[in-house]
């Protein structure tokens, strides 16, 4: 594979497992050194260990984003190590359906402390970084997963799809604002892709509704995500995409 990322220095969160996972091991294969942030660490480490392998380079660093200065201390970390870093792949997430009459408020708030507080605690650390990376060398990118979520309806995701609508939004108002400075921001629309994501969904109805939708179409693989974050991140410095929705061809 052509090493069109060789020299670049890639921070994915959310790499234990599903597209954050995939992502990594793509990135590394196009030659960017990656640095992979999640909680599980035994789940980071043979990620690490197999990137390894396949002749490339990867730091793991166990990090909850909803931890400002966790999140924090990663990025000294990548500062300290690799002189920064110059692609975000900002991907962490929950996603925990359920009819809204449920109240589950706790599951509210780790929707919102993921996807959004998450999402902007690994923007304030390493945009920085991007922003120094962009001047130094001329290119930098911001890479954050949102999904259909964020303009499709769907019964019982309130709260996720409010999650996602904020990523879509946040990721077209950073672009205008870090554009200029040569920072590119993309936020890529996943349909439904064959992860973890659905593992931790506790309500009944949504889980038989995901499994319906599962055995009638050919979801996306992790990996077909994969290969658009690395299409987005080779192009010329002066091409963003600024937003992409990646269906599964079956999906309506
Ligand atoms: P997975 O459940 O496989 O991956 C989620 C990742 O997020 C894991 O690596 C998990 O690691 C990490 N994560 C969750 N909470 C935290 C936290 N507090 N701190 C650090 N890391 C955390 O699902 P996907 O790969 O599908 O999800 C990746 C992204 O894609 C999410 O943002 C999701 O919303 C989005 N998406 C997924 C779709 C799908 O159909 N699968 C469709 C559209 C969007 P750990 O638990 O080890 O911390």
Do not use: C
């Amino acid at each position: 594979m052509s090493k069109v990322l060789e020299g670049r220095v890639a921070v994915i969160t959310g790499a234990s497992s599903g597209i954050g996972e995939a992502a990594a091991e793509h990135l590394a294969e196009l030659g960017a050194q990656v640095v992979v942030l999640a909680r599980r660490a035994d789940r980071l480490a043979e990620l690490v260990a197999r990137i390894e392998k396949n002749g490339g380079q990867a730091l793991a660093l166990s990090v909850d984003v909803a931890d400002a200065a966790s999140v924090q201390a990663a990025a000294d970390r990548v500062a300290a190590d690799f002189g920064g870093a110059d692609l975000l792949f900002n991907n962490a997430g929950v996603m925990l359906p359920a009819p809204v009459e449920q109240q589950r408020s706790d599951q509210w708030q780790r929707e919102i402390d993921t996807n959004i507080t998450g999402l902007m605690n690994a923007v304030g650390a390493f945009v920085p970084q991007l922003v120094a990376s962009a001047q130094a060398r001329g290119v930098a990118d911001l890479i954050n997963t949102s999904s259909i979520g964020a303009k499709n309806i769907y019964p019982n995701f309130a709260v996720y799809a409010g999650t996602k609508a904020f990523v879509t939004h946040t990721s077209r108002t950073l672009r205008a604002e870090l554009g200029a400075k040569g920072v590119r921001v993309s936020a890529v629309e996943p349909g439904l892709v064959r992860t973890e994501l659905q593992d931790h969904v506790t309500d009944a109805a949504s889980n038989e509704w995901l499994d319906g939708v599962k055995d009638s179409l050919e979801w996306l693989t992790a990996e077909d995500v994969a290969r658009l974050v690395g299409f987005l991140a080779s192009q010329p410095p002066h091409v963003n995409l600024e937003q992409v929705t990646i269906m599964p061809t079956a999906q309506g």
